[in-house]
């Protein structure tokens, strides 16, 4: 028995391997921007003017600018996300030596209190 063909008379591809290769070729070419819901009532505090997502806030515009349209960007615009970029990563450093220092802590804690129950 021959495996069925499509209309080029090559093998035919199952449902799931066909959306695979469709989606892992759309991966390559641009990822589609997500679609954005404002709730009823509520006014974004910025939309982009080139794709008209809302943002609740103004650096979330302007973190958007910098990361999906660097090429549209103005000298003022360029600074502004650089100055929130870098004030976004000092944020997430400051965030990762809180967690790691509260691990230790938790470990040092559990181990002397392992110790004097041991002792």
Not at 3 to 11: C, S
Not at 52 to 79: I, K, N, Q, T, V
């Amino acid at each position: 028995m021959s495996a069925p063909t499509n209309d080029a008379g090559t093998p035919a591809a199952s449902d799931d391997a066909a959306a695979q290769v469709s989606s892992s070729a759309a991966g390559t070419a641009s990822a589609p921007e997500p679609t954005v819901a404002v709730p009823e009532g509520e006014q974004p505090a910025a939309r982009c003017r080139y794709c008209d997502r809302p943002f609740r806030d103004e650096r979330l515009y302007a973190l958007h600018l910098g990361e999906a349209h660097p090429d549209a960007c103005s000298d003022a615009e360029r600074e502004r996300y650089e100055a929130i970029y870098d004030e976004e990563n000092h944020d997430l450093f400051t965030f990762h030596v809180k967690v790691v220092v509260t691990l230790l802590v938790t470990y040092f804690v559990f181990t002397y209190l392992y110790g004097f129950v041991w002792a």
